[in-house]
Each structure stands twice: as structure tokens, then as C-alpha cells.
Nanobody, 125 residues
């Protein structure tokens, strides 16, 4: 089992930057692909970015390409989401998730096995 804890959410002005972190428990973190998703009030949870277990493969939603970067440090059991040029429409609760199929970088919610509790990101205009 993997437990995930997100941090780094905050209130930021449009155009600003934030870095989210997701710390994972357990010694098997390096076997999992990791994803970031977000859910705005009243909306469905949507894909943001994913990274394979080795960190070689990544996948991004079109809405964040060129602005967000996903990375991981397997020695620290942590995955990151660097968010630049933030827009008000990026406002949401951000969740990290773990997929036991390590080479996959899926955008589908239902393939992820474990989820964190979320961290709030608010971008003011």
C-alpha cells in the first residue's frame, strides 16, 4: 500500500508560480507511475500530468503544456509539479495519485490505485 500526502498549495496571483509536492510512504514508490489531477468546484476530476516510474516518460494535459512540469525524486519518495504562468482557471484542488503499472503515463482517473487528500491552489486575477 502507498500513502500519499500533497503540500504546496497556496493563493497566488495570475502569472505567478507554485511547486506542489507529493510525499509517498513505503519502499515501493519507485515502482509506481505517478499522476497529478485537479478538481475545480462543481467540475469532474481532470488529468494534469503523469510521469513513469523511472521518470523517463511524461504526459501532460494540453491546457498545461509548456507551463507545468512534473518530476520525481525516487530517493526522496516524492513527486513534484512545478506550475508557472498560473491562470485563474488553474484554481482547483490538486491531487497526486499512484499507478501500479510503472511504465504507463495514463490520463485516466480509473487506472490509479492510490490517491492523496489534495491541496488547494487558488489563482487570483
Amino acid at each position: 500500500q502507498v500513502q500519499l500526502v500533497e503540500s504546496g498549495g497556496d493563493l497566488v496571483q495570475a502569472g505567478g508560480s507554485l511547486r506542489l509536492s507529493c510525499a509517498a510512504s513505503g519502499r515501493t514508490f519507485s515502482r509506481y507511475a505517478m499522476g497529478w489531477f485537479r478538481q475545480a468546484l462543481g467540475n469532474k476530476r481532470e488529468f494534469v500530468a503523469a510521469i513513469s516510474s523511472s521518470g523517463i516518460r511524461t504526459n501532460y494535459a494540453d491546457s498545461v503544456k509548456g507551463r507545468f512540469t512534473i518530476s520525481r525524486d525516487n530517493a526522496k519518495n516524492t513527486v513534484y509539479l512545478q506550475m508557472n504562468s498560473l491562470k485563474p482557471e488553474d484554481t482547483a484542488v490538486y491531487y497526486c495519485a499512484a499507478d501500479g503499472y510503472g511504465s504507463r503515463v495514463s490520463s485516466q482517473v480509473n487506472v490509479y490505485d492510490y490517491w492523496g487528500q489534495g491541496t488547494q491552489v487558488t489563482v487570483s486575477s
